[in-house]
């Protein structure tokens, strides 16, 4: 029940793509969690979104697109590059405890964790579009730190950005 | 007790006479025993008149007591201390004690607020709060939730309360605020979600809004008379707050006002800065954006603009104009000055004359400093008063999604609100400082009420080509515009310093250090770690003949946002050395009180 709710509040935001898996087997090169791309965007096996990053460091559009978004939204309380602060617990190391669902969930409803030795309150961005729209961005650089493939700072290359994202980004920021 | 009979009575007689009132509190401020504001004094010179610990013994100080807050986020601001009692506060939920000074610090009351905890992440950069104040008998308490109280000094006993803003549309509060004569002037914090800034003035015993004058806005809300308000000596002419924008945009301004304000009373004007125009991508708004990033001069009883200076037009690096105003009365070629000195972040200090609002000195008081070339000080130049901006490093000029690198200082500023100390005997301003830099890449957001408005992408480091560090702590000469002596730091000093007739000056680190320098030459005197990071100001007082110096400890604030991961440093094996160490590192949250003496 819990799962579905996810479901349907990341589909109605950011628009689920390529869900289910487009294609069976993994047909990219590396041993990364990417198993296939769509649109620009990559995938799991399980259909979830992930980064891409090619044997010369080149980065895919949204895990650039999600360092940028970052240090735009997230990075006031969460510190650069994902690393934690005095002040909000390191999100690189998040997305590695909870999955893609839990994610989505906790960035559109927030946190509120106050008794006498916990102050942790997170805002609810659901309908705060500058991070919604970018919710895949923000989640798959995260992934990326989380899991070691992608150094501190901003990635030197990237993908061009296929017209695929950009036309749901005018329309997510476009949309009431 | 003396001190506090002589208070008492001071305060039955006057009750109810305003003018007396601030008489008071100023023969307070005068009296070197007792740290009445948390700026020292109206000048906000942060200099104590005490001088029993000296360059020549401060090597011996030694811890006499200390205290926990019970709250582990970032402790801005410091104790105040009024006859036998200090006031202590703490950051979110605010709590205050008072404690007795004559009793080893027991505490003889305490309040703390009931505030929505949804106030938090609202909060940009940690829930800091920056000190009560005192005046008649009262402590006065900004909260967090942006609830002005006030409470009887004596027992804590909430005698009024005033709400100043709408946490719900991002308006919160850091800050402390300024009694001046029978009013409290109050300001507000929420640049990065797109709230109009504004500066209050409440009825110091009775809580009614008196006046408030906005940074952005028809005349009639920013309190300006176009003909008598003026802009480097000229008149502003009519709706200045709103004909330097496109459209609406001014009522989503930004330009608020959380700093330290300062006082002249021969003068009856309050001065303090405005922080950055909302959104952080200049491209979205168009224009001057007046009066953001602007120092204000304002009248204390009516809130008219005096005169104004806008020091970073159009801001393109977040350079918030809020830091502190520091006034002196100093001699330039051969003639006494009435003199406002201000270092800004965006890493110029600016010399003005107080009375007229004529810029004399605006000089970087960090060499790195890159964006601009300079300001135009030629009155008859079109752009008198403006800083020339440097094409490679304008974000603006370079547009949308593109990555501006390696711009001098980062948007923490060459400094932030940690405030400078001033000594009438050296005539020298103690700077700390930030030694960063970094790349800003605006990009297009959308406006939400409540939420961020922020709209770029910023990478910090320590200065390149420097000596590694993020921080220093400079001596600075505003009539010449010069560093006399400059003291690298590892981390930025995000500690408000303090000035003493004994020639010493004090200062905290990052790493949680108390550091003693001396006060011509910056040679290091004393150095002691504190439990946590300090982010707090050097105090002094006295106590039954003895002087103390107190800190607060516990880390956070801007700094234990940005600092402790480290910054990355893009210069990275190109032999970059040692200084983008991570603050986490050398010290983890604290909450603590301690009170340095000299040995019996």
């Not at chain 2, 008081?365 to 030629?378: A, F, I, R, S």
Request: hydrophobic content about 35%.
């Amino acid at each position: 029940m819990k799962r579905l709710g996810h479901a349907l509040i990341f589909g109605a935001v950011a628009g689920l793509a390529g869900a289910g898996g487009a294609t069976e087997n993994r047909d990219l090169p590396g041993d990364g969690p990417a198993a296939y791309s769509e649109d620009g965007r990559y995938f799991t096996e399980d259909g979830i979104p992930t980064y891409f990053i090619a044997e010369d460091g080149t980065v895919d559009w949204l895990t650039f697109s999600g360092f940028r978004r970052y240090h735009a939204e997230c990075h006031v309380c969460h510190g650069p590059d994902g690393m934690g602060s005095t002040y909000a617990p390191p999100l690189k190391d998040a997305v590695e405890r909870m999955d893609y669902y839990d994610f989505v969930y906790t960035v559109s409803n927030g946190i509120q964790n106050v008794d006498t030795t916990h102050q942790n309150v997170m805002p609810t961005f659901g309908q705060n579009k500058n991070v919604m729209c970018y919710i895949d961005d923000i989640y798959v650089y995260l992934k990326a730190r989380g899991d070691g493939a992608l150094a501190r700072g901003r990635p030197a290359k990237k993908e061009a950005k296929a017209d695929a994202i950009r036309e749901f980004e005018d329309e997510c920021m476009a949309g009431g | 007790m003396k001190k506090l009979f002589a208070l008492t009575s001071t305060v039955a007689l006057c009750a109810g006479s305003a003018a007396l009132a601030n008489d008071e509190l100023m023969e307070l401020m005068n009296d070197p025993g007792q740290w009445v504001i948390q700026t020292g004094n109206y000048a906000n010179h942060r200099y104590s008149g005490l001088d029993q610990i000296n360059r020549e013994n401060v090597g011996d100080l030694q811890v006499a007591w200390t205290f926990s807050t019970g709250v582990l986020r970032g402790h801005e601001g410091s104790p105040l201390v009024i006859g036998d009692t200090m006031y202590v506060h703490t950051p979110f939920p605010n709590i205050v004690y008072a404690l007795d000074l004559n009793d080893s610090g027991r505490i003889k009351w305490k309040y703390e607020p009931q505030q929505d905890a949804s106030v938090i992440p609202v909060m940009c950069c940690d829930t800091v709060n920056r000190g009560v104040a005192y005046a008649n008998n009262t402590i006065f308490l900004h909260q967090a939730d942006t609830t002005v109280v006030a409470l009887n000094a004596e027992t804590g006993e909430v005698k009024w309360t005033a709400v100043n803003g709408d946490p719900a549309i991002g308006e919160t509060n850091t800050a402390t605020v300024l009694p001046v004569k029978d009013k409290v002037i109050v300001g507000i914090s929420g640049g990065e979600f797109g709230v109009r800034g504004h500066v209050t003035a409440y009825d110091m015993e009775t809580g009614e809004q008196v006046w408030r004058g906005y940074s952005m806005g028809p005349d009639s809300d920013t309190l300006m008379d176009p003909e008598n308000t003026t802009h480097l000596g000229k008149p502003v002419g009519p709706d200045s707050g709103t004909n330097t924008w496109e459209g609406d945009q001014w009522k989503i301004g930004g330009g608020t006002t959380w700093g330290w304000y300062s006082y002249d009373p021969e003068l009856n004007l309050v001065y303090y800065g405005t922080g950055n125009p909302s959104t952080w991508n200049p491209s979205q708004r168009p224009g001057d954006n007046r009066w953001s990033m602007t120092i204000f001069a304002r009248d204390a009883d009516t809130g008219m603009a005096k005169w104004v200076y806008q020091m970073t037009p159009h801001d393109e690096w977040d350079y918030d104009g809020v830091n502190e105003m520091i006034l002196s009365d100093q001699e330039i070629d051969g003639q006494m000055r009435k003199l406002l000195t201000h270092f800004d972040r965006n890493g110029l200090a600016y010399t003005l004359d107080r009375e007229s609002g004529e810029l004399l000195v605006a000089e970087k008081y960090d060499p790195v400093v890159n964006w601009t070339t300079g300001v135009d000080m030629d009155p008859n130049s079109e752009t008198y008063g403006r800083p020339a901006v440097v094409a490679e490093y304008s974000t603006a000029q370079n547009g949308e999604d593109v990555n501006t690198t390696g711009v001098c200082p980062a948007a923490l500023g060459t400094k932030d609100q940690q405030p400078s100390a001033y000594s009438p005997r050296t005539e020298m301003f103690y700077v700390p400082t930030n030694h960063v830099c970094m790349d800003y890449e605006p990009f297009r957001v959308s406006y939400t009420a409540g939420q961020p408005y922020v709209g770029a992408t910023l990478s910090m480091y320590p200065a390149p080509d420097s000596h590694g560090g993020m921080g220093n702590f400079i001596a600075w000469d505003n009539i010449n515009g010069e560093i006399k002596w400059s003291i690298p730091e590892q981390f930025s000093v995000w500690s408000g310093a303090l000035a003493t007739a004994g020639d010493v000056v004090f200062y905290g680190t990052l790493e949680g250090f108390l550091k003693a320098v001396d006060a011509e030459t910056g040679e290091e005197l004393y150095r002691f770690k504190t439990p946590s990071g300090i982010i707090g100001n050097v105090m002094s007082y006295e106590h039954d003949g003895k002087q103390y110096v107190g800190i607060l400890s516990g880390v956070g604030g801007w700094a234990g946002i940005g600092l402790a991961a480290g910054l990355t440093n893009p210069n990275d094996g190109l032999g970059a050395v040692g200084g983008y160490a991570a603050l986490s590192d050398y010290t983890a949250l604290g909450g603590q009180l301690t009170v340095f003496k000299l040995p019996d």
